[in-house]
T-cell receptor, first 113, second 114 residues
Framework: KAGVTQTPRYLIKTRGQQVTLSCSPI?????VSWYQQTPGQGLQFLFE???????NKGNFPGRFSGRQFSNSRSEMNVSTLELGDSALYLC????????????FGPGTRLTVL | GEDVEQSLFLSVREGDSSVINCTYT??????LYWYKQEPGAGLQLLTY?????DMKQDQRLTVLLNKKDKHLSLRIADTQTGDSAIYFC??????????????FGTGTRLTVIP
């Protein structure tokens, strides 16, 4: 069974631009969560989608948004990029959400210049 | 909010046992997890323990949970150079919506000396 895939793996943008990252969960998994990893703040939860609905959201500004499609694939969007948005963005999927183990993708490394 | 703490660094000699410790705050956490991250990679799920268990063993890995003290540890037996990585513990607090978001510790960088 294929694992969680994320595209692109690396991205370079400039301040003020916007970016869209994509995540394809493990086949059959319906819940997708997004995390931001930075050296200063560590791993922080962004949001979780289940059956195309955002079910939980972390403490991030409205510039960070996401969505989930009927095939469970998810995208996250960051608008008006800031230097501090440079991070590794990790996507995780699990079967049905709730108390269940999450499996992570390799991440998208975003650099904002 | 949830606060998960780990020591930042651990060095051990190849062949010795490694013990990585973690303290967490949310007693509602149903599962507690250990993830491994190698340089430039995502997170690899190593093992997890259900909150009503005290211990779980999986090959070279032993997880101990002291729920009273909210203390979790990961023991790696016969540590190898390939075990060098950052290890994260994570808790998953119960949420009435059914959501499952993880709160991670700072990570412990394990260095295995040949």
């Amino acid at each position: 069974k294929a694992g969680v895939t994320q595209t692109p793996r690396y991205l370079i943008k400039t301040r003020g631009q916007q970016v869209t990252l994509s995540c394809s969960p493990i086949s059959g998994h319906r819940s997708v969560s997004w995390y931001q990893q930075t050296p200063g703040q560590g791993l922080q939860f962004l949001f979780e989608y289940f059956s195309e609905t955002q079910r939980n959201k972390g403490n991030f500004p409205g510039r960070f948004s996401g969505r989930q499609f009927s095939n469970s694939r998810s995208e996250m969007n960051v608008s008006t990029l800031e230097l501090g948005d440079s991070a590794l963005y990790l996507c995780a999927s699990n079967l049905a959400g709730g108390v269940d183990t999450q499996y992570f993708g390799p991440g998208t490394r975003l650099t904002v210049l | 909010g949830e606060d998960v703490e780990q020591s930042l660094f651990l060095s051990v000699r190849e062949g010795d046992s490694s013990v990585i410790n973690c303290t967490y705050t949310d007693s509602s956490s149903t599962y507690l997890y250990w993830y491994k991250q190698e340089p430039g990679a995502g997170l690899q799920l190593l093992t997890y323990i259900f909150s009503n268990m005290d211990m779980k063993q999986d090959q070279r890995l032993t997880v101990l949970l002291n729920k009273k003290d909210k203390h979790l540890s990961l023991r790696i037996a016969d540590t190898q150079t390939g075990d060098s990585a950052i290890y994260f513990c994570a808790e998953s607090p119960w949420d009435q919506t059914g959501a499952n978001n993880l709160f991670f510790g700072t990570g412990t960088r394990l260095t295995v000396i040949p």
